[in-house]
C-alpha cells in the first residue's frame, strides 16, 4: 500500500515556475513508477509526466515537454514536478499516482493516486 500527498500548488503568472511535490509512505517507494496527472474543470485527466522506479526513464506529452521536468529521491519518498515557463492553459487539479515499476501514460493503469493540488496560472 502506498499513500500519497501533494503540495506546493499555487497561484502565479505566466511565465513564472511553480515546483509540485508528491510524498508517498511505505517503504516499498522505490518500486513504484510515479505520475502526475492533471485535470482541469470540464475536462478528463490528463497524463504530464511519468519517472520509472529507479528514476531512470521519464516521459512527457508533447504540451509540457521542455517546460516541465519529472525527478525522484528515494532515500525521500518524494517525487518532484518542477514546472517552468506556465501557461493559463496549464491551470488545473495536479495529482500523483502511483504504480508498479513501469510508468504508464494511462492513468488506468494506476492503483494509488494523491488528494491533488490546485495549480492556477493567471494570464
Known amino acids: 500500500q502506498v499513500q500519497l500527498v501533494e503540495s506546493g500548488g499555487g497561484l502565479v503568472q505566466a511565465g513564472g515556475s511553480l515546483k509540485l511535490s508528491c510524498r508517498a509512505s511505505g517503504r516499498t517507494f522505490s518500486t513504484y513508477a510515479i505520475a502526475w496527472f492533471r485535470q482541469a474543470p470540464g475536462k478528463g485527466r490528463e497524463f504530464v509526466a511519468a519517472v520509472a522506479w529507479s528514476g531512470g526513464s521519464t516521459s512527457y506529452p508533447d504540451s509540457v515537454k521542455g517546460r516541465f521536468t519529472i525527478s525522484r529521491d528515494n532515500a525521500k519518498n518524494t517525487v518532484y514536478l518542477e514546472m517552468n515557463n506556465l501557461k493559463p492553459e496549464d491551470t488545473a487539479v495536479y495529482y500523483c499516482?502511483?504504480?508498479?515499476?513501469?510508468?504508464?501514460?494511462?492513468?488506468?493503469?494506476?492503483?494509488?493516486w494523491g488528494q491533488g493540488t490546485q495549480v492556477t496560472v493567471s494570464s
Open positions: 499516482a502511483a504504480r508498479p515499476l513501469f510508468a504508464r501514460s494511462d492513468f488506468r493503469d494506476y492503483d494509488y
